[in-house]
């Protein structure tokens, strides 16, 4: 995509990056969540992909969207390619993992803690200073209380404080911390298990947990019995995985 002047985009067989790429903070821009948006397009044609990895160059991961384009006649298209970041993320079946480095503040830090995987450095900060510039993060406000819960959901959003990537995976904000020297190794690690997995699998296992979400017990069970037998159960790999274990070898994976 040699057209993207702020984001790019690698394919790497079944593992895609996205890295935003408009150092030192990476504010997002429309024109940059345009691009993001364009990547992540790309990567849902992907049907063989098991994980997207989200990061960003520079010191910091994103400290959010530009201020003047929440302003005046700018702040509905800003809205519109925003929150498409995230409806097409929450679409993509692959695994999404976020590598923080640095700072992810408001519209990025909902970017980052939106993936499924979020691994960071301790040199890594979060928050959502919105309140004190007279505005509230819609997204956070929707997605942080099923990371964090209601209360310290609340706390984040109407005190703008900043945590440290300690305090982040304290209270479940983000999944992983290492030293800044052992990130990416620890990315690569992750990104190896996943690899070491079926892609369908992956896939349905991620179905599983989103479609389940928010649902009472007895009809979320009843749709994860229908995904169970009638599409994990129908699939290579499915069998593939079970015959393996019971002839002591490892899987062959088909990725369908």
């Keep these: 995509m040699s057209h993207l002047r ?3 985009y690698a394919d790497e067989g079944d593992v895609a990056r996205i890295t935003l790429d408009r150092p030192p903070l990476n504010i997002l821009t429309i024109e940059m969540l345009e691009e993001l948006n364009a990547a992540l397009d790309r990567a849902a044609r992907r049907p063989a992909l098991k994980a997207l990895v989200l990061a960003g160059q520079g010191k910091a991961f994103s400290a959010g969207v530009a201020v003047e384009d929440h302003l005046g006649d700018r702040v509905r298209p800003m809205l519109d390619e925003f929150h498409g970041v995230f409806l097409r993320l929450r679409a993509l079946d692959c695994v999404t993992v976020a590598q923080v480095q640095g700072a ?3 519209g990025g830090a ?6 499924d995987l979020v691994l960071a450095s301790e040199a890594a900060t979060f928050g959502q200073p919105e309140i004190k510039v007279g505005v509230f993060p819609p997204i956070a406000a929707l997605h942080y209380p099923l990371r964090v819960g209601a209360a310290r959901a609340l706390r984040l959003l109407l005190s703008g404080e900043i945590v440290s990537a300690a305090e982040a995976e304290r209270i479940g904000l983000v999944d992983r911390v290492v ?3 052992r990130l990416a190794e620890t990315v690569e690690a992750e990104l190896g298990r996943l690899r070491a997995a079926s892609a369908i699998v992956l896939r349905l296992t991620k179905r599983a947990v989103r479609d389940s979400l928010g649902r009472p017990f007895d009809e979320g069970l009843g749709m994860l019995e229908e995904l169970y037998h009638h599409e994990l159960m129908t699939t290579a790999d499915a069998e593939e995985g079970l015959r393996a274990f019971v002839e002591k070898r490892k899987p062959v994976w088909k990725d369908r």
């Excluded at 909902?110 to 993936?115: H, S």
């Design 179 to 181: 030293s800044a020297d």
């Design 6 to 8: 702020f984001v790019q």
């Design 104 to 106: 992810a503040l408001g």
């Design 110 to 115: 909902e970017l980052a803690t939106f993936c």
